[in-house]
């Protein structure tokens, strides 16, 4: 018999409220998250689920407050305080970015033992060393958002916080790397399609997720593996001059990373993308639900969809069957490599960006400039 509403404990009822916002959260890491949180922190949480914050967003949200949450219990003892004073803000700069060299010679420098020890255990600290700059500036930075939310302004824009940051990032110097080290661009796809020959179930479904992919705008992996029957339309054939008229398919892509509460982005598939597509649903009999799902040993299609990092894993598999480094490509590839190859193609970084749904001018130009820049006249003077 299920307990009566009066005797839940402080986390099965924070569980419960995080099964509200269940669509958008970690399903597994539920009881992980009831025990960290706060009820004000859930509270917090869905909130922004009814104002209308991107799931990815909100995902990589809780994340973080869940690791501030962890860090905040074995540095201090007792949960993160709302604000949190200067002085703590300070304290998760010195844990977080520190100098190896340093450390060698004194232990105390940095993030100390027992508190490495106690996020290590819980599975919140996987790598050696200080943390990427990116990494703390992201977290602090919703560490603001979340405090905001809460009605109050905390120190993060003090001098003191500033300085700490910059002073750290020069004592320990990180070159930055890039998502993926080569963008899948028209003549990679070409030879990953390649290995997708047959009529296999698990050929067609990875045909359909690569040129769905590439062909909606470089969709991430998350949205792809996300994708569900009920987000397409279809649209009318698109005309050709002397050819058959060509299958054209509209994506509903609700809201996005880029995109607010109340837009619904819309993205189009034509031609040759729609087909490998249609043929994967008519051949796994998928007409509702998740449209791209894991494929047993016998061939058996769950009705549970794929997830993100299993995207990634195609994409590394394709790679290696047709000859490729596998470590040089990774779901980000196809994301740059549709930027990257309109600019090949002669295509407007308006036009492109209007498929690849980057809100960011400055973002996508940093992919299409590239491309331009190396057959530019500018790069040929000899």
């Known amino acids: 018999m299920a307990k009566p509403k009066t005797s839940l404990t402080a986390v099965e009822r924070r569980a419960e409220e995080l099964d509200t916002i269940a669509a958008v959260l970690p399903i597994e890491r539920r009881d992980e998250l009831a025990e960290l949180l706060t009820d004000q922190d859930v509270e917090t949480l869905?909130?922004?689920?009814?104002?209308?914050?991107?799931?990815?967003?909100?995902?990589?949200?809780?994340?973080?407050?869940?690791?501030?949450?962890?860090?905040?219990?074995?540095?201090?003892g007792s949960s993160l305080p709302w604000p949190a004073p200067e002085a703590l803000l300070l304290k998760f700069v010195a844990h977080h970015l520190w100098d190896p060299e340093r450390r060698t010679a004194d232990p105390d420098h940095g993030m100390p033992a027992e508190v490495d020890e106690n996020l290590r255990s819980q599975g919140f600290l996987k790598s050696v060393g200080p943390h990427a700059p990116a990494t703390v500036r992201r977290r602090l930075a919703n560490w603001s958002t979340l405090t905001r939310w809460r009605g109050f302004d905390g120190a993060f824009a003090s001098p003191a916080l500033k300085s700490a940051i910059r002073l750290a990032i020069r004592a320990v110097p990180r070159q930055r790397g890039r998502k993926s080290a080569k963008a899948v661009t028209g003549d990679v796809l070409a030879k990953l399609l390649a290995t997708c020959a047959t009529d296999s179930l698990r050929d067609l479904r990875d045909r359909a997720i690569l040129m769905v992919a590439f062909a909606s705008g470089g969709r991430r992996r998350s949205e792809i593996a996300g994708l569900r029957r009920e987000q397409l339309t279809v649209e009318p054939p698109i005309p050709v001059e002397n050819g058959a008229p060509l299958p054209s398919l509209a994506i509903h892509l609700g809201r996005t990373k880029t995109s607010n509460g109340e837009q619904d982005d819309i993205v189009y598939l034509t031609g040759r993308p729609v087909e490998a597509l249609n043929a994967w649903m008519v051949a796994a009999k998928i007409e509702s639900g998740s449209v791209f799902r894991g494929i047993g040993r016998w061939g058996t299609v769950s009705k549970r969809a794929i997830d993100p990092q299993s995207v990634n894993a195609i994409i590394k598999q394709r790679a290696e069957m047709a000859g490729l480094d596998a470590g040089e490509f990774s779901a980000h590839g196809i994301r740059s490599g549709y930027l990257t190859e309109a600019a090949n193609r002669g295509i407007p970084l308006p036009e492109a960006m209007e498929q690849s749904r980057h809100r960011s001018v400055q973002q996508a130009s940093s992919y299409y400039n590239n491309a331009t820049r190396r057959s530019g006249r500018a790069a040929r003077m000899l």
């Open 46 to 76: 869905r909130h922004l689920v009814n104002q209308g914050m991107g799931d990815n967003t909100l995902r990589a949200l809780t994340s973080d407050l869940a690791y501030l949450e962890a860090w905040g219990l074995a540095a201090t």
